[in-house]
């Protein structure tokens, strides 16, 4: 009996899972976790960690960036527990974790940031109509002659605009580049190329690499959806994702499956909260909870209304 207990106390000693278990147990400010995230969302993100992990520093967050394809595999089939996404899971998604897994994810909503198009700075192209964009994924309407270039053919931008069109694949004149730097500089140099990338790439203009890649590029300005009568265009600007007058707009989600009240969890509540929705702000993009600013108004006593 005495051997017995020596053998079993040394399988849970010696077994990793165990001890990774142990390991990862947490509490919304301490502790260790993975987290996945969109790739083109990594300045953003980046900032909310570091801020975070300065705030707690018992918190340990590691977060490991990649194409949302990817993520979102990990996230149904394998451990991944905890990601962050430009879009929420569809109704596909969480039938299989409630049926198959009996997993009920949480999903926290914390900005909308857009999809944004750019040209080089010599393309006569500074305006383009929201429905040309969606016939030109399919190769038709009057932009299907150029070039579109993304840059990842895996990337949340490639799935979203196949879903904005209601199309099964990007038409032939879509090409993918392996990263952000690659797609900037060929749309530098190629006047007859349009890029799309995720606009926190260089929504901060504070930020001096966003200023490196807006000097490369220009923005180009889209028309809201449905707009036919009075056409006007829009820049994905902080207030025009306010207004809802920029149609290729995205809601970023941070979604954990744990169940559980721990770092993930922690994160989530910092992202989502005011100094989490404060860094949202000053990067360009648009927060889902603002904070209300109170104007206290002091009357001197000698205010004349005037009819």
């Given at each position: 009996?005495k ?24 509490t919304p ?12 969302l ?14 707690y520093?018992?918190?340990?967050v ?11 595999r ?7 527990e ?9 109704s ?12 009920h ?5 914390f900005?909308?940031?857009a ?10 192209d ?10 030109a994924?399919?190769?038709n309407?009057n932009l299907?002659?150029?070039k579109?270039?993304?840059?990842n053919k895996?990337?949340?931008i ?17 090409y993918?580049m392996n990263?952000l730097?690659?797609?900037l ?6 006047k007859d190329?349009?890029g ?8 901060d ?5 966003a ?9 180009i ?8 009568d009075k056409?006007?265009?829009f820049p994905p600007?902080?207030?025009?994702l ?7 707009t ?5 979604i ?5 009240s721990?770092?993930g969890?922690?994160?989530?509540t910092f ?5 989490g929705?404060?860094?949202i702000?000053k ?9 209300e600013?109170?104007?206290?108004l002091?009357?001197?006593g000698?205010?004349?209304v005037v009819?």
């Open positions: 009996m051997q017995i207990f020596i053998f079993s106390l040394l399988s849970v000693l010696l077994n990793p899972s165990c001890k990774s278990k142990i390991v990862e147990d947490s400010i301490t502790g260790k976790i993975e987290i996945f995230c969109d790739e083109a990594q300045n953003i993100i980046q900032q909310q960690e570091e801020i975070f992990e300065r705030n520093p018992k918190a340990d590691q977060i490991h960036y990649m194409n949302e394809a990817d993520i979102i990990k996230f149904l089939y394998d451990s991944v905890t990601i962050i996404i430009s879009k929420s899971l569809d596909s998604a969480i039938k299989y974790l409630d049926q198959e897994k009996q997993l994810p949480r999903i926290f909503p900005a909308i940031s999809v944004a198009f750019v040209c080089s700075p010599l393309s006569p500074s305006l383009l109509q929201y429905e040309s964009i969606l016939q994924t399919t190769g309407g299907s002659n150029r579109f270039v993304i840059e895996s990337s949340g490639a799935k979203f605009l196949l879903e904005s069109s209601q199309a099964d694949q990007l038409s032939s004149n879509f993918a990263s730097d690659t797609v500089d060929f749309v530098s140099k190629n190329c349009i799309i990338i995720d606009w926190s790439r260089v929504s203009s504070d930020d001096p690499i200023q490196d890649y807006l000097r490369k590029i220009k923005i300005k889209i028309s809201s959806a449905g707009a036919l056409v006007e265009y600007f902080q207030y025009n306010q207004d809802k007058i920029y149609p290729f995205r809601t970023l989600n941070i954990s499956r744990t169940g559980k721990d770092l969890l922690g994160f989530a992202i989502t909260g005011e100094i929705q404060k860094i702000l990067a360009g993009l648009l927060p889902i909870y603002q904070s600013r109170v104007i206290e002091k009357s001197s000698d205010i004349k009819q």
